[in-house]
C-alpha cells in the first residue's frame, strides 16, 4: 500500500473513532451541547496554536493523521469541521436523528473514501 493510502485509512479509521465515541458520550449523558461546543473551540485553538508552537500530544496526532498541505495552512481541519457539523446537528435536530445522523457520516464517509480509493477508478 502506498504511503498516501495508508495515511487516508488511518484517518478514515481515526474518523470512525472519534464519531462513534461523540455518539456513545451523548448517549450516556457523559457529554452535552456546552462541553461539546467547549471541545470543538478548544480544537480550533489548539489548531492555531499548533500553526506557532510545536505542542507535545497535538503534534503527534498531526504528524500521524494530516495530510501535508493541511500540517501548515489549518492542522485539525477535519476533526474541527467534523465536530462543527456533529455540534451543529445535535443543536438543530432531535437527539435520535442527529446522533443517528452522526453515525451515517461517521461510517458512510470513512467506508466510502477507503472503497472508493481501492477500487475506484
Known amino acids: ?9 488511518r484517518r478514515q479509521v481515526l474518523h470512525m473513532i472519534v464519531g462513534t ?6 448517549l450516556n449523558n457523559f457529554l452535552d451541547l456546552l462541553s461539546f461546543f467547549l471541545l470543538v473551540l478548544l480544537g480550533v485553538f489548539l489548531s492555531f ?5 510545536e505542542l507535545p500530544i497535538v503534534s503527534n ?13 489549518f ?20 437527539r435520535d ?3 443517528a445522523s452522526i453515525m ?5 464517509d470513512s467506508i466510502s473514501n477507503v472503497v472508493g480509493t481501492h477500487f475506484g477508478k
Open 61 to 73: 496526532f498531526i504528524y500521524f493523521f494530516e495530510r501535508r498541505k493541511d500540517k501548515i495552512t
Open 75 to 94: 492542522p485539525g481541519r477535519g476533526i474541527i469541521f467534523f465536530g462543527a457539523g456533529s455540534l451543529l446537528v445535535l443543536k438543530l435536530f432531535s
Open 1 to 9: 500500500m502506498k504511503e498516501y493510502n495508508l495515511l487516508e485509512l
Open 21 to 26: 465515541v461523540i455518539v456513545l458520550l451523548f
Open 49 to 53: 496554536i499548533s500553526r506557532l508552537v
Open 97 to 99: 436523528i442527529a446522533l
Open 104 to 108: 451515517i457520516l461517521t461510517f458512510a
